[in-house]
Each structure stands twice: as structure tokens, then as C-alpha cells.
């Protein structure tokens, strides 16, 4: 089958170009300038190097095993002890994330004619404290803390790289702090002055 161009005529491969007659094979190129004894000499320094390391391993071995039964049961007993207190180190780390807050009084307001009932909200000083939290999702999340008692519809700022804001919903006491449970808020305040 023939290659054909748009106007009907046969497709021809282009000639190899004149400038490229008198390029170099690859062929007959010769490979220079590449010393390679000195790289095995560099290889067996390392060989010997490694023979003076096991050496001394060997060394050290024959010195532990003149210690004396009590030095070893010492060395047993501080080891464990420092299991222990590395055990206790972490159960008693629970990761705890700086959450910024702008506090939230609530008033309610009677109307004196028709009996209604407004709930103003008014906003505190911001400040920061540390929480541990429990449950995230898309749409909620819940806190635990024993720092400080927020009030509800507070406005919350997880530094978790997660940047929502969240806005309290409801408030639990337990295990000697409170429980914030929180949802999306609508307003997101900025917190860089606390930041520095």
C-alpha cells in the first residue's frame, strides 16, 4: 500500500541529509581517558579497612565476657526499668492539637409586646488552648479538654492542617474536663495575632 500526500502524489522519505556525511561512527569510537586502577586500589583499602572493624568486635566480645553475673543482672534490671518508663511515656502521651478559640457569650433578649425571644450572641477576646481530639468527620467533630470551659457557639480553630472552622454545638463534662461537640461554622475569624 502507498503513502499518498493530500493531493494524490506518492510520499517520499526525505534523503539523509549532506551536512551528516562526515559524522563520526559510533563504531569505531575508542573510549579514553578512563583509568580504572585506581578505583580497584580504592577497593581494596575498604577490604582491608572492614578486616580491622571485625577485628575489634572481636576484641570487645572477649572483654563482656569477663564481666562478673552481678554487673550483668544490674545492667538486666536497668534495662527494665527503662522499658517501664518508656511504656509509661506512652500511654501517658495522647496527642494533643493547639486549638484557637473566640469565646461566645449568649444573651437572651424578651420583646416586652410581642413575647418573642431573641438570642444574641457576642464574641470575647480570642485566646488558645490545647485539646485532644476524640472523632473527626466531615461534618462534625468532637474535643476533649480539661483546660478551659468553652460556652456554646464558640468559634474553634484546630491547628491540625485541617482549616476549618468549627463552632460549638454542645457541651459534656466528663473524665474531670468537658466534651466540645462541635459542626461547621459559618464564620471564620482570623486568628493570626495569637499566632505569633
Request: one cysteine or more; hydrophobic letters at 35%.
Amino acid at each position: 500500500m502507498v503513502i499518498k500526500n493530500k493531493d494524490g502524489s506518492e510520499y517520499k522519505l526525505s534523503k539523509p541529509n549532506p551536512h551528516m556525511k562526515n559524522q563520526l561512527l559510533w563504531d569505531s569510537f575508542e573510549l579514553h581517558n578512563m583509568n580504572f586502577e585506581n578505583i580497584k586500589g580504592l577497593i581494596k583499602k575498604n577490604k582491608v579497612e572492614i578486616k580491622k572493624t571485625e577485628v575489634r568486635i572481636e576484641e570487645t566480645k572477649e572483654e563482656t565476657k569477663e564481666e562478673t553475673k552481678e554487673e550483668a543482672i544490674e545492667k538486666e534490671e536497668i534495662a527494665a526499668k527503662e522499658k517501664v518508663l518508656i511504656k509509661q511515656e506512652e500511654e501517658s502521651s495522647v496527642k494533643k492539637t493547639l486549638i484557637y478559640c473566640l469565646p461566645a457569650k449568649i444573651k437572651f433578649h424578651e420583646d416586652i409586646l410581642y413575647g418573642e425571644i431573641k438570642k444574641i450572641i457576642t464574641y470575647d477576646k480570642k485566646f488558645k488552648f490545647e485539646a485532644v481530639i476524640l472523632n473527626t468527620t466531615d461534618i462534625s467533630m468532637d474535643i476533649w479538654t480539661n483546660a478551659i470551659a468553652v460556652e456554646k457557639e464558640s468559634i474553634l480553630y484546630p491547628q491540625n492542617f485541617d482549616k476549618r472552622w468549627w463552632k460549638v454545638n454542645n457541651i459534656s463534662s466528663k473524665f474531670d474536663g468537658n466534651i466540645l461537640s462541635c459542626v461547621l461554622s459559618s464564620i471564620n475569624p482570623s486568628f493570626e495575632d495569637l499566632q505569633l
